[in-house]
Nanobody, 115 residues
Framework: QVRVEESGGGLVQNGGSLRLSCTTSGSIANFDAMGWYRQAPGKQRELVGT???????DYEDSVKGRFTISRDNAKNTMTLQMNNLKPEDTAVYLC?????????WGRGTQVTVSS
């Protein structure tokens, strides 16, 4: 069974930084694309950003210039570097991988930004 698992969440002050990691159980190179989503209390899940097998990235407008997604095929890890965090970034962040037609989700990691 293919799995992805997030790590690195926590509490940070307004303007601070955090780095989230997503590790795959198999080779990350097998995934057609991967991405990060987030869900705040009482809100719908929203896409934060994606990265293709070739390394092309795309981001939701509110995080452009602040968040960076990268992947390390040797470590089977995708990373979300989050800088200049704001209270509105507070949410559970989930890792997603697209493997052929299979959507693989992690359980999520909490990010809380205090004002």
């Amino acid at each position: 069974q293919v799995r992805v698992e997030e790590s690195g969440g926590g509490l940070v002050q307004n303007g601070g930084s955090l780095r989230l990691s997503c590790t795959t159980s198999g080779s990350i190179a097998n995934f057609d694309a991967m991405g990060w989503y987030r869900q705040a209390p009482g809100k719908q899940r929203e896409l934060v950003g994606t990265i293709t097998r070739g390394g092309t990235t795309d981001y939701e407008d509110s995080v452009k210039g602040r968040f960076t997604i990268s992947r390390d095929n040797a470590k089977n890890t995708m990373t979300l570097q989050m800088n200049n965090l704001k209270p509105e970034d507070t949410a559970v962040y989930l890792c997603h991988g697209l493997l052929a037609y299979l959507n693989v989700w992690g359980r999520g990691t909490q990010v809380t930004v205090s004002s």
